[in-house]
């Protein structure tokens, strides 16, 4: 092995010999037996056990990862005597040690690329065998399964079942259906992904029967179509599996109905002429496609069959269902199809109750509850446990129904009184001809009935002979199939007591207790009620809603009567052996939930008195601080009127007035000639923003003309210009900083005057200082404010200096980004340049092969010429030498002329 090993490494580029290899290596390990035996003279074929040495060689093989890379490597080889033999051997690999191979296969770099594209090939043998290998390597690998998915297999694998023909193609459609299923089977991922890719809408043609083939449903199946079949429906079955999360499960039966599939494979339920294998697959894959779709249950009762009168596929089914003569898994298969139209499905449960009410019993037209209730009561036990547990489904989780089934009489026969369905249930169960299927059938039924009703267990009560029924045979010695009667009879008597609304006097909670406690013993009870679940039957029934019965005696426990038990076994336990505890119980519960809404009573008080605390300390906040701001307002109020009656009782002299009116005039003087300077910068402001916007147009035709070298330089001369301007423009802002800093000094200099002046005037002056002290006053807040105004003018000017420079800042981003461009745009030139030169040195180098191979057609044809002389010579020295031989009296007969001619003109030919 380690030779051939070394050859698949080292002479690769030797295809046959590679070739070669694979097929010896493939022989080696695979488990197929040649035709061509050597039989023993016993007559005997002699076999080894080449399972095992397949196993071991195998385990040779692989222990070396890079084995399996190398052939995955080969498998990038288009060469058939090397590419096949390379999936074969990968395909016995895997068979013999799946998940090492799977292993390899993860690790290796585009490993399951190389594998799915072997489904691309256009050789359908090499397609083919890359089939049957992904199949095998995507068994339980959700890792595998989750890439090939993402490597668009779903597309691929439709399209060659599309190819291969749909329902009506071969093997090759079939194992495309088996790599779905794997992809798909408990993949939550790959189903999602299936779903939106709108991959379940290309599924519809495919159970287009009638259009494919007209006469399709009539005519016999062949085995091979009843496959492909059989694994679409499986295909579509796992898209809906009760098993998958509840919201992609409810998504896809959303899809499927909307895309018409839904009504395609009622189409074939319907049809006359299909298999029964086919027939009882599609009923459970409808059944998985309406379980706890309120839509899709809604259409499945709307269904017909082409029947004459029409009648409803619901019908239909449970005639099939309660036949006796039907195979045993299609009952099973309708069982599971009407269980799934009653769940979660309270208008389904109550059209089957009402066709059993006397009000509403048509007794003209078959009813489904005709034919269950027909079902009931039959010989067959098969078809009495399944009517009995049909009727449970109608029953569960509706109280009102249960209510309503009790209203339903029976006719036992002419003259005879009529009775009460729960009445003939009893009577059947009590009987002692009755299967242990069929009791065990009424059970569930009855156990269903009377969980969670009342009047249900007062009507159960009131037949006086029921109880001592259940009595008796819970307290027998039994075998194994009786134990599990036993336990069931258990569970309706702990039913009884703990929904017992003790209306009847002679049954109530505590006399059946104490019934139990004589006859049956309290802990026997439990022990058989404990029983129940140990028993084999529930634990197979437990773990999945649909039947998969192969056998009839299978058919003991239902699903969901399990979920019932479950749901129910503990409380039971608890009623009947404990009633003071019970309430107790009650009353300490009662206790505990009076004492909860104390404390949720508390618990809102204190919130509320905690957010009135709260309000409280910041309304306090509130009027503490509006306190504080009053009494500052009120000292405010006093000092002002205080400087105001200062300023009332000041006055000032003659002289004082006469200096402060002529510092009041340079002051206005100096104001004027601050205002024309303001003036004069507002126009150079102005020159500067038109400069800006030509240098802003400039930059936009630099750049859609592509950048010239002497623009760039104008536009920086221009950039230093109004550089200069913003440093002359700064220096005269400075200057008029200073200029008002001045004129504050002397302004308060001033006023510290009059306010001395005014302390100096005696009391006794005349009005008239008084008037002027007032007019200097005015004119010195007049002043003031043209202070005011030009510093609101300054700031101005500051804030358009500012964003004078950040517009320069601007610009010369502007520039850097242009010159950043031309050198790119150069630097792509020069590359482009060389691009260019390095083409045409190919250009001279193809030239000088064509020149070399046009001489050396010239000299093949000087050859050929040659030849065609030397054969013409060849040909007149023939003619000559027959001629000669004519003459010298020899014979030459004209076969040989024929075949020398002949020869001649494949010659030519050739």
């Not at 006023?751 to 100096?760: V, Y």
């Not at 609101?792 to 500012?802: E, F, M, R, V």
């Not at 010239?858 to 030498?881: F, G, H, R, S």
């Amino acid at each position: 092995m380690e030779i051939l090993i070394n050859v698949l490494q080292n002479d690769r580029s030797d295809g046959e010999i590679v070739g070669y290899a694979l097929d010896t290596l493939y022989n080696t390990i695979s488990n197929s037996v040649d035709e061509d035996e050597e039989e023993l003279s016993n007559g005997e074929v002699k076999k080894a056990d080449e399972s095992h040495l397949g196993e071991q060689f195998t385990e040779i093989f692989i222990k070396k990862p890079e084995n399996v890379t190398l052939l995955l490597d080969l498998l990038e080889e288009f060469d058939f005597k090397v590419r096949w033999p390379a999936v074969k051997l990968l395909t016995a690999l895997t068979v013999h040690r799946s998940t090492q191979v799977q292993q390899c296969v993860l690790v290796s770099p585009m490993g399951v690329s190389k594998l799915m594209d072997l489904l691309s090939d256009s050789r359908e043998v090499i397609r083919n065998d890359g089939l049957l290998l992904l199949v095998q390597l995507t068994k339980n690998n959700a890792n595998i399964q989750k890439i090939v998915a993402f490597e668009n297999a779903f597309e691929r694998l439709i399209e060659i079942i599309s190819e291969e023909g749909g329902s009506e193609g071969g093997i090759v459609v079939e194992d495309c259906l088996l790599l779905l299923l794997n992809l798909l089977k408990k993949n939550s991922s790959n189903q999602t992904f299936f779903k939106e890719g709108r991959y379940v809408q290309k599924l519809a043609p495919f159970f287009d029967l009638q259009n494919n083939e007209p006469k399709s449903l009539d005519v016999g199946w062949s085995a091979q179509k009843v496959n492909n079949v059989n694994s679409m429906l499986q295909v579509v079955r796992t898209l809906v599996s009760p098993s998958n999360p509840q919201q992609a499960t409810a998504t896809c039966q959303k899809v499927i109905h909307q895309c018409g599939l839904l009504k395609q494979l009622c189409t074939i339920l319907m049809a006359s002429g299909v298999p029964a294998d086919i027939l009882t697959e599609t009923i459970n894959t409808v059944s998985e496609v309406i379980r706890g779709s309120k839509t899709n249950q809604e259409f499945f009762a709307s269904v017909s069959a082409p029947s004459t009168p029409p009648r409803p596929a619901i019908v239909v089914l449970v005639m099939s269902m309660v036949n006796e003569k039907q195979p045993f898994v299609l009952r099973c298969a309708v069982l599971y199809c009407f269980q799934c139209f009653l769940y979660k499905n309270e208008v389904g449960q109550e059209q089957i109750i009402s066709t059993l009410l006397p009000a509403t019993a048509d007794a003209s037209a078959v009813t489904a509850g005709q034919l269950l209730c027909g079902g009931l009561f039959s010989q067959d036990s098969v078809s009495n446990w399944c009517a009995s547990v049909a009727l449970a489904h109608a029953l569960k989780d509706n109280p009102s129904q249960k209510e309503q089934l009790l209203r339903v009489q029976l006719a036992t026969g002419p003259g005879n009184p009529s009775v009460s369905l729960l009445q003939q249930c009893t009577n059947m169960l009590s009987s002692p001809t009755a299967k242990v299927q069929t009791r065990l059938g009424l059970l569930m039924l009855l156990c269903s009935w009377l969980a969670n009703c009342q009047l249900a267990v007062t009507h159960f009560l009131a037949n006086s002979a029921n109880v001592p029924f259940l009595m008796a045979q819970v307290a027998e010695h039994v075998d194994e199939q009786e134990a599990l009667v036993q336990g069931l009879c258990s569970f309706l008597l702990g039913i009884s007591v703990h929904f017992n609304d003790n209306s009847n006097a002679t049954f109530t909670s505590e006399s059946l207790r104490n019934l139990i406690t004589k006859r049956v013993g309290l802990e026997s009870l439990v022990e058989k009620l404990v029983s129940v679940t140990k028993h084999d039957s529930y634990t197979m029934a437990a773990q999945k809603p649909q039947l998969r019965y192969t056998q009839p005696e299978h058919l003991l426990i239902d699903y969901e009567f399990t979920s019932l038990y479950k749901q129910l076994e503990g409380n039971l336990c608890k009623s009947v052996t404990s009633a003071e505890d019970a309430e107790s119980k009650k009353t300490v519960e009662d206790h505990d939930n009076i004492v909860t809404q104390y404390k949720d009573i508390i618990r809102v008080q204190d919130n509320d008195l905690n957010e009135l605390r709260g309000r409280h300390e910041a309304l306090q906040k509130e009027h503490k601080a509006a306190e504080l701001q009053l009494n500052e307002q009120s000292s405010q109020i006093q000092q002002l009127k205080d400087q105001y009656a200062l300023m009332k009782a000041q006055g000032g002299n003659g002289d004082d007035a006469v200096r402060i009116a002529a510092e009041l005039k340079e002051l206005r003087e100096s104001q004027e000639s601050l205002r024309k300077e303001t003036a004069e910068k507002d126009d150079v402001i102005q020159k500067l923003k038109n400069d800006l916007t030509i240098a802003d147009a400039k930059v936009v035709l630099v750049d859609d003309s592509g950048v010239n070298q002497n623009q760039i330089s104008e536009f920086q001369s221009s950039i230093q210009e109004q550089k200069k301007e913003i440093d002359e423009l700064k220096l005269i802002v400075a200057a008029q900083k200073d200029e008002e800093q001045r004129l504050k000094v002397e302004c308060t200099d001033l006023k510290n005057q009059l306010t001395q002046t005014g302390e100096a005037v005696p009391s006794g002056d005349n009005a008239n200082i008084v008037a002027e002290k007032a007019a200097l006053t005015a004119k010195h807040s007049e002043s003031q404010a043209q202070l005011a105004q030009a510093e609101d003018h300054n700031s101005k000017l500051s804030s358009d200096n500012q964003k004078l420079i950040s517009t320069n800042q601007t610009i010369e981003n502007q520039l850097k980004t242009v010159t950043d461009t031309c050198s790119s745009l150069t630097t792509q030139v020069k590359k482009l340049e060389e691009e260019i030169g390095d083409l045409k040195d190919t250009n001279t180098r193809v030239e000088d092969e064509k020149e070399k191979f046009r001489k050396e057609a010239a000299d093949n044809k000087q050859e050929l010429d040659d030849l065609l002389v030397l054969l013409t010579d060849t040909d007149a020295k023939v003619e000559k030498y027959r001629s000669k031989l004519k003459e010298l009296g020899e014979e030459v007969t004209e076969d040989e002329d024929d075949d020398e001619e002949e020869e001649d003109e494949e010659e030519d030919e050739n």
